[in-house]
């Protein structure tokens, strides 16, 4: 069974641009949630997604924003880039909410 | 709202000696607890999980945890480190049944001293 995969692994981008990050949950999970993970501030909880919806969300901008398909495949896309925003971007998907989530092996985005 | 608290965010151990990585929780129902573990440039990896089943629960790489209602804990244990145990371990909480998002903790990473 194909664990989650997100794509690209790594990018590097500039102040002020855009980026759009790829998730491919396992398959029948029906659950997306992101996540940003710095040195400084660690793991934090951007949103999550369960059949299309976005069902909970995190303290963050609204630069910052997700989706998810019908096929429950998910993207982030963040917009003018900060320099803060360079990070480890971690994808997990779930079969509910509640339940265990299986994690990709992120994004990392540098921002130069 | 549920949340759990990681006690040290660094832990040292000598290789040998017994791992214990400490986890409280606070839910207003009876939780769902795991423990998830992270290598350097890898995602999270689910150690082993608690959903009300068998109070003790092992899981991979020889680890366990108890859950104890009494205490609001969910510890994390290994009898012997080895050195491939050197990683970020992280806790976290869910509410079954429920649409409230999986809570993590802050993490502890821990170090394994030849």
């Known amino acids: 069974k194909a664990g989650v995969t997100q794509t690209p692994r790594y990018l590097i981008k500039t102040r002020g641009q855009q980026v759009t990050l790829s998730c491919s949950p396992i398959?029948?999970?029906?659950?997306v949630s992101w996540y940003q993970q710095t040195p400084g501030q660690g793991l934090q909880f951007l949103f999550e997604y369960f059949s299309e919806t976005q069902r909970n969300k995190g303290n963050f901008p609204g630069r910052f924003s997700g989706r998810q398909f019908s096929n429950s495949r998910s993207e982030m896309n963040v917009s003018t880039l900060e320099l803060g925003d360079s990070a480890l971007y971690l994808c997990?998907?779930?079969?509910?909410?509640?339940?265990?989530?299986?994690f990709g092996d992120g994004t990392r985005l540098s921002i130069l | 709202a549920q949340s759990v608290t990681q006690l040290g965010s660094h832990v040292s151990v000598s290789e040998g000696a017994l791992v214990l990585l400490r986890c409280n929780y606070s839910s207003s129902v009876p939780p769902y607890l795991f423990w998830y573990v992270q290598y350097p440039n890898q995602g999270l990896q689910l150690l082993l999980k608690?959903?009300?089943?068998?109070?003790l629960v092992k899981g991979i790489n020889g680890f366990e945890a108890e859950f104890k209602k009494s205490e609001t804990s969910f510890h994390l244990t290994k009898p012997s480190a080895h050195m491939s145990d050197a990683a970020e371990y992280f806790c976290?909480?869910?509410?079954?049944?429920?649409?409230?998002?999986?809570?993590f903790g802050t993490g502890t990473k821990l170090q394994v001293i030849p």
């Open positions: 398959s029948g999970h029906r659950s």
């Open positions: 976290a909480v869910s509410r079954p049944g429920g649409y409230q998002k999986v809570t």
């Open positions: 608690y959903t009300s089943a068998a109070t």
């Open positions: 997990a998907s779930s079969l509910s909410l509640d339940q265990p989530q299986h």
